[in-house]
């Protein structure tokens, strides 16, 4: 079973960095894109980066361009996003999901909340 | 980088089908075959229910079903179901090399 398990939210400042992780299991995780998606409280759904399987191709939404860098370690099974000069609106549940090429993402971690706040 | 459009809400009795529509422009829906849809509960993680525009995962139920007509995506639910009021989100891949989500629908099931 594909199991994808983030942690690594909490209260940060405004202007203040953050390091996100995404645990994966039951599934060969270098074979696999994969992509972080956020949600504010009582927002939709907003795509916000995506990688490769071998780390070699990266984009970002224009939002977070220049402050998040997304990265993974094929070897620990892990996925990760680093956010630096984090704005309230950042504040969300962020989400990490395996992706299938270009195409979709199949299965979804349970998210984990980061909060930006003074 | 803008959302996708769909409708607010939407709202069926048990056993009525609904369909929710999804509105891009030739860079994202109308330029690639590479829409798909989700559920989400309140509180949960998203559902993949359909891929490639009209493609169903397996364990999905045939009653979901998806199609596409220029820039607009649509998704249908035939035999509406308690169990199916939640909110639903389109995504597609976009020119850009990015993904865009619509805004999202709030399903009521009356």
């Known amino acids: 079973e594909v199991q994808l398990v983030e942690s690594g939210g909490g209260l940060v400042q405004p202007g203040g960095s953050l390091r996100l992780s995404c645990a994966a299991s039951g599934l060969t995780f270098s074979s696999y894109s994969m992509n972080w998606v956020r949600q504010a409280p009582g927002k939709g759904l907003e795509w916000v980066s995506h990688i490769s399987s071998r780390g070699s191709t990266i984009y970002y939404a224009d939002s977070v361009k220049g402050r998040f860098t997304i990265s993974r370690d094929n070897a620990k099974n892990s996925l990760y996003l680093q956010m630096n000069s984090l704005r309230a609106e950042d504040t969300a549940v962020y989400y990490c999901?395996?992706?299938?090429?270009?195409?979709?993402?199949?299965?979804w971690g349970q998210g984990t909340l980061v909060t930006v706040s003074s | 980088q803008s959302a996708l459009t769909q409708p607010a809400s939407v709202s069926g009795s048990p056993g009525q089908s609904i369909t929710i529509s999804c509105t891009g422009t030739?860079?994202?829906?109308?330029?690639?075959?590479?829409v798909s849809w989700y559920q989400q509960h309140p509180g949960k993680a998203p559902k993949l229910m359909i891929y490639?525009?009209?493609d169903r995962p397996s364990g999905v139920s045939n009653r979901f079903s998806g199609s596409k007509s220029g820039n607009t995506a649509s998704l249908t639910i035939s035999g509406l179901q308690a169990e199916d009021e939640a909110d639903y989100y389109c995504?597609?891949?976009?020119?850009?090399?990015?993904?865009?989500f619509g805004g999202g629908t709030k399903l009521t099931v009356l």
């Open positions: 995504r597609s891949y976009t020119t850009s090399s990015t993904w865009v």
């Open positions: 999901a395996r992706g299938w090429s270009l195409h979709y993402c199949d299965y």
């Open positions: 490639d525009v009209t």
């Open positions: 030739n860079s994202d829906v109308g330029g690639y075959n590479y």
